[in-house]
């Protein structure tokens, strides 16, 4: 099933854009939404680790025991 698709447009700098063009000449991508979905991706788990880590940090939870509970939750789905 594919997942209806969102188009999204952005300016970005000049330098950005030569090193999207490189990851996509050199196979890293195949195109340029490639990269985008990636790095938004990237950007999103990024965001989840730290709001974890502080969430953790806040309610005194151990990293460790949170890895060990999200580990349960997902091997229960």
């Keep these: ?3 209806q698709e969102k188009l ?11 090193r999207v063009e490189e990851g996509i ?9 490639e990269v985008v979905r990636e ?3 990237k950007m999103f788990a990024e965001q989840s680790r ?3 880590r502080e969430l953790a940090r806040k309610t005194g939870i151990s990293e460790m025991d949170m890895l060990r509970e999200l580990k ?4 229960s789905s």
């Design 1 to 3: 099933m594919r997942l």
């Design 8 to 18: 999204l447009q952005a300016r970005i700098p000049e330098k950005l854009y030569k």
């Design 25 to 33: 000449k050199s196979g890293i991508y195949s195109n340029r939404s």
């Design 72 to 75: 349960k939750i997902r091997s």
């Design 50 to 52: 730290d709001f974890l």
């Design 39 to 41: 790095a938004l991706r």
